[in-house]
């Protein structure tokens, strides 16, 4: 993009000064409009101002990864959990420079997912200690006995993790990993989390220059991070992923450069807030399951059945 490429030859130090200049300003409004143009430059210097590694980022890669979070209408409220702007680090001209990398929350996944229109239902959670009573991986049911007290609820153990689709045809797709699971898949493919680190940081056997290198939101919300991962595992595997859906997903946890190629860094320090890096499932098979899905969906006939048959209500 011509606007990617004039943003990027404005090597600013500071994004607060950077902003401010008219070129900036105008490419923003030129792409966004005026009203929601105010809107966006308000919410990516309140992010910026509330992240000192964020102030030390390129200001062009600020802007780069904002903008695609614009682009799919997901905010950047840190309330909201819906997408973050991540300071990384990374090596350029044999100096280190912090860049700014787009990261998808899980309740971003929520909401491109719900937009997509094909999901009649969409949800995950965290399980408790004691709700559980069993999960058939087979037919893919779960019962449980929910905490009814919200509070007590919420400061419980976690033992678990359930997420679950179902499409407007009625085909439903469920999935289950206890806490065991997620904390091996997190110390296996995550370069920000080690479960021997976390245990050392729980019995206060870490320095303070080590504690602050725990930033990672495995370690500081390893609930909400462990979500995400089981709606990546859900809808790359079994869903129906819109253009959006699929854009954010490609792009999630990335750099963008400024000819539109994305980057997926590879450093041995982040300092992110939201940082995991998972396995890829493979993409023809995601493709070619998708592709059939596509057809089936689109059946009018299929449909018409479908409906028929009671399983679709008005």
């Given at each position: 993009?011509?606007?990617?490429?004039?943003?990027?030859?404005?090597?600013?130090?500071?994004?607060?000064?950077?902003i401010?200049?008219?070129?900036?300003?105008?490419?923003?409004?030129?792409?966004?409009?005026?009203?929601r143009?105010?809107?966006?430059?308000?919410?990516?210097?309140?992010?910026?101002?509330?992240?000192?590694?964020?102030?030390?980022?390129?200001?062009?890669?600020?802007?780069?990864a904002?903008?695609?979070?614009?682009?799919?209408?997901?905010?950047?409220?840190?309330?909201l959990?819906?997408?973050?702007?991540?300071?990384?680090?990374?090596?350029?001209?044999?100096?280190?420079?912090?860049?700014?990398?787009?990261?998808?929350?899980?309740?971003?996944?929520?909401?491109?997912?719900?937009?997509?229109?094909?999901?009649?239902?969409?949800?995950?959670?965290?399980?408790?200690?004691g709700?559980?009573?069993?999960?058939d991986?087979?037919?893919?049911?779960i019962?449980v006995?929910?905490?009814?007290?919200?509070?007590?609820?919420?400061?419980?153990?976690?033992?678990?993790y359930?997420?679950?689709?179902?499409?407007?045809?009625?085909?439903?797709?469920?999935?289950?990993?206890?806490?065991?699971?997620m904390?091996?898949?997190a110390?296996?493919?995550?370069k920000?989390?080690?479960?021997?680190?976390?245990?050392?940081?729980?019995?206060?056997?870490?320095?303070?220059?080590?504690?602050?290198?725990?930033s990672?939101?495995?370690?500081?919300?390893?609930?909400a991070?462990?979500?995400?991962?089981?709606?990546?595992?859900?809808i790359?595997?079994?869903?129906?992923?819109?253009?959006?859906?699929?854009?954010?997903y490609?792009?999630?946890?990335?750099?963008?450069?400024?000819?539109?190629?994305?980057?997926?860094?590879?450093?041995?320090q982040?300092?992110?807030?939201?940082?995991t890096?998972?396995p890829?499932?493979?993409?023809?098979?995601?493709?070619?399951?998708q592709?059939?899905?596509?057809?089936?969906?689109?059946?009018?006939?299929?449909?018409?059945g479908?409906?028929?048959g009671?399983?679709?209500?008005?």
């Amino acid at each position: 993009m011509a606007v990617e490429n004039q943003i990027n030859s404005m090597q600013q130090p500071k994004f607060s000064v950077a902003i401010q200049k008219e070129i900036y300003q105008k490419l923003i409004y030129n792409t966004l409009g005026e009203q929601r143009g105010i809107q966006f430059i308000a919410a990516v210097s309140t992010a910026v101002a509330n992240n000192p590694k964020l102030q030390q980022c390129d200001a062009g890669s600020i802007i780069r990864a904002a903008l695609l979070g614009e682009s799919l209408n997901l905010s950047l409220s840190p309330q909201l959990g819906q997408c973050y702007l991540i300071p990384y680090p990374k090596k350029q001209n044999g100096t280190e420079v912090y860049v700014a990398q787009f990261q998808l929350g899980y309740k971003g996944y929520l909401q491109l997912a719900i937009r997509s229109g094909y999901y009649k239902k969409i949800n995950v959670l965290p399980i408790k200690v004691g709700e559980l009573e069993y999960f058939d991986p087979l037919e893919e049911q779960i019962k449980v006995h929910m905490i009814e007290d919200e509070e007590v609820r919420e400061n419980a153990d976690t033992m678990g993790y359930y997420a679950m689709f179902e499409y407007l045809n009625g085909f439903k797709k469920a999935i289950y990993w206890s806490k065991k699971k997620m904390e091996t898949h997190a110390d296996t493919y995550s370069k920000a989390f080690s479960l021997e680190t976390r245990e050392k940081l729980n019995h206060g056997e870490l320095s303070q220059w080590e504690k602050d290198k725990c930033s990672s939101f495995w370690y500081k919300n390893f609930d909400a991070m462990a979500c995400k991962t089981m709606l990546r595992q859900l809808i790359s595997k079994w869903g129906i992923m819109s253009i959006e859906l699929q854009e954010a997903y490609e792009k999630d946890m990335s750099l963008i450069h400024e000819d539109g190629k994305v980057e997926y860094p590879d450093s041995t320090q982040p300092v992110t807030e939201e940082e995991t890096t998972e396995p890829e499932p493979e993409m023809e098979y995601v493709q070619e399951h998708q592709d059939s899905v596509q057809q089936i969906m689109s059946n009018e006939e299929f449909f018409q059945g479908m409906e028929k048959g009671g399983v679709i209500n008005e």
